[in-house]
């Protein structure tokens, strides 16, 4: 339920102020939650009151993540955002194997050495999406991802047939137009 919550937080946050804000707070709040972590582990209520913490910025980072890779290269968008989601599960499979190791051979006192650690990668990923933010900072990036698509610069998506697909804009959202080539 914190995840479902996190994700729409993160959309609604993310249409009204735009992609690097929502990043930047959702990221600075889930090192906050990673750091305080170990602190919360001994009793049942601070740890799920932790992870719903850790649900609800996780999750807020997505739609803001998705909104920011349309907007770096809309015509590309649906391959940006299935590398982000590969990228994702990837990173999913290598946090179990490394948890594992982890328990292992440092036992369950060793966990309390994954809050830091993610707060560290969270850190980095602030920096990360700062300087991506400086790079593009002559770009507008609170226009929604669809913005611009169906522009005389930009008429269209290509399709794997080589037709175009040709999108309008109804309520800030995209819609295919059926018949139209």
Not at 59 to 79: C, D
Not at 96 to 110: I, Y
């Amino acid at each position: 339920m914190p995840a479902v919550a996190g994700t729409v937080l993160g959309g609604r946050a993310t249409d009204r102020w735009g992609g690097v804000p929502v990043l930047l707070v959702s990221v600075t709040g889930l090192a906050l939650v990673l750091v305080t972590l170990p602190l919360t582990r001994q009793a049942l209520l601070p740890a799920a009151l932790a992870m719903a913490a850790w649900g609800i910025t996780a999750m807020a980072t997505q739609p803001a993540q998705q909104h920011r890779l349309f907007t770096v290269a809309p015509s590309s968008g649906p391959l940006l955002l299935s590398l982000n989601s590969s990228a994702t599960f990837v990173g999913i499979a290598l946090g179990g194997f490394l948890g594992n190791r982890l328990l292992r051979h440092g036992g369950t006192d060793a966990l309390d050495l994954l809050g830091p650690v993610g707060a560290a990668l969270c850190v980095l990923a602030l920096g990360t999406t700062l300087l991506g933010a400086r790079a593009r900072a002559g770009r507008r990036d609170d226009q929604p991802p669809t913005a611009g698509l169906a522009s005389p610069d930009h008429p269209g998506l290509a399709t794997l047939g080589g037709r175009r697909a040709a999108y309008g804009r109804t309520d800030n959202r995209t819609r295919t137009t059926r018949g139209s080539r």
